[in-house]
């Protein structure tokens, strides 16, 4: 008898059968890692808006108040009074809000009045921060095709400072005319979902301090 080769129809089926699993497994796995890799490529781009639109609107905070001629707040021989500073408001100034409005100067010879395009802003709006470049001017920051804005909150803080000890004569009696320097902070937060993936969502957190510090009150003449 001549000796059988190849395979038998039950091998035949066990090796397919093998080959499947083996297959299904390796396709299953490269689902699983497409997932993973298409997660964390949605989560990177959402932390970078965020990290973006952050870093924008904490720049021009800090510049809130910026008056190109502070020495013009100093009274003149022979003036009636000092010019205060017109690019000094700010607001939110003492409530959490989701919008801010705040001016600083962009002249290049100072002119001592708040111009229209001196007017900046921030505000939550349909999903998205808009920034306002110039009076009614408003233009979204964020792409709402590529993230959703569920919360901006801008909330402010105010440490005040008594300058009083640097006037010639002292309060009246029963006055209020204490100069006094206000230091302002705000503390930023932002939260946002991808739309890509709802079920993606950061938030990130600042704190900005404004470099023009505001003087309120003056000493006793």
Same mark, same amino acid.
């Given at each position: 008898? /001549?000796?059988?080769?190849? @395979?038998? !129809?039950?091998?035949?089926?066990?090796?397919? =059968?093998?080959?499947? !699993?083996?297959?299904?497994?390796?396709?299953?796995? !490269?689902?699983?890692?497409?997932?993973?890799?298409?997660?964390?490529?949605?989560?990177?781009?959402?932390?970078?808006?965020?990290?973006?639109?952050?870093?924008?609107?904490?720049? *021009?905070?800090? /510049?809130?108040?910026?008056?190109? +001629?502070?020495?013009?707040? !100093?009274?003149?021989?022979?003036?009636? &009074?000092?010019?205060?500073?017109?690019?000094?408001?700010?607001?939110?100034? +003492? =409530?959490? #809000?989701?919008?801010?409005?705040?001016?600083? #100067?962009? +002249?290049?010879?100072?002119?001592?009045?708040?111009?229209?395009?001196?007017?900046?802003?921030?505000?939550? /709006? %349909?999903?998205?921060?808009?920034?306002?470049?110039? &009076?009614? %001017?408003?233009?979204?920051?964020? *792409?709402?095709?590529?993230?959703?804005?569920?919360?901006?909150?801008?909330?402010?803080?105010?440490?005040?400072? #008594?300058?009083?000890?640097?006037?010639? @004569?002292?309060?009246?009696?029963? #006055?209020?005319?204490?100069?006094?320097?206000?230091?302002?902070? @705000?503390?930023?937060?932002?939260?946002?979902?991808?739309?890509? *993936?709802?079920?993606?969502?950061?938030? @990130? /957190?600042?704190?900005?301090?404004?470099?023009?510090?505001?003087?309120?009150?003056?000493?006793?003449?």
């Amino acid at each position: 008898m /001549r000796t059988a080769r190849g @395979l038998s !129809l039950v091998e035949l089926l066990v090796g397919l =059968a093998i080959g499947l !699993l083996i297959s299904t497994a390796g396709a299953s796995l !490269l689902v699983t890692q497409f997932r993973e890799h298409r997660s964390a490529m949605i989560e990177m781009r959402l932390m970078q808006d965020l990290r973006t639109a952050a870093d924008i609107v904490a720049r *021009d905070l800090r /510049r809130a108040g910026h008056w190109g +001629d502070a020495a013009a707040a !100093l009274p003149a021989a022979g003036a009636s &009074a000092p010019i205060t500073n017109p690019y000094a408001a700010l607001a939110p100034s +003492d =409530a959490a #809000s989701n919008a801010v409005s705040f001016s600083y #100067s962009r +002249d290049t010879a100072e002119n001592h009045v708040l111009d229209s395009n001196e007017q900046f802003g921030f505000r939550l /709006r %349909n999903g998205a921060i808009e920034l306002q470049l110039g &009076a009614g %001017n408003w233009q979204a920051l964020t *792409d709402a095709g590529t993230l959703t804005v569920t919360a901006f909150d801008i909330t402010p803080t105010v440490q005040t400072v #008594s300058l009083l000890e640097h006037c010639r @004569l002292p309060c009246p009696a029963g #006055s209020a005319c204490e100069p006094r320097l206000q230091r302002r902070s @705000l503390s930023v937060a932002i939260r946002a979902r991808a739309v890509a *993936d709802a079920s993606v969502e950061r938030s @990130l /957190r600042s704190e900005v301090r404004v470099r023009n510090d505001a003087l309120v009150g003056a000493c006793p003449v």
